[in-house]
Nanobody, 121 residues
């Protein structure tokens, strides 16, 4: 089995910072793309940031210049450093990964359970 476990969410004031972490564990052969999504009630889940196994990144326009995604391949972990947070960043943040469990299997997509980020004074 494969698990993605997020941590680092919480309550922060506008202008503050948080760092999210997501560790993948279980039977994993290789992790390809990893990313962070977020969702607020009544809206679709949206991509916040993504990173390939080679380190190429992409960001939603709304977070460019404020958020930074990174990964530690040795630890099967992806991070999201969030700075200059705004109330509109409030959401449940989900970790996502495309990975292969064996050398002969294809790539499958996995989700974490989500972590709440609330930006409020």
């Amino acid at each position: 089995q494969v698990q993605l476990v997020e941590s680092g969410g919480g309550l922060v004031q506008p202008g503050g910072s948080l760092r999210l972490s997501c560790a993948a564990s279980g039977s994993i052969f290789s992790i390809f793309a990893m990313g962070w999504y977020r969702q607020v009630p009544g809206k679709q889940r949206e991509l916040v940031a993504g990173i390939t196994s080679g380190g190429s990144t992409n960001y939603a326009d709304s977070v460019k210049g404020r958020f930074t995604i990174s990964r530690d391949n040795a630890k099967n972990t992806v991070y999201l450093q969030m700075n200059s947070l705004k109330p509109e960043d409030t959401a449940v943040y989900y970790c996502n990964a495309d990975l292969a469990r064996t050398w002969y299997s294809g790539s499958y997509n996995y989700w974490g359970q989500g972590t709440q980020v609330t930006v409020s004074s």
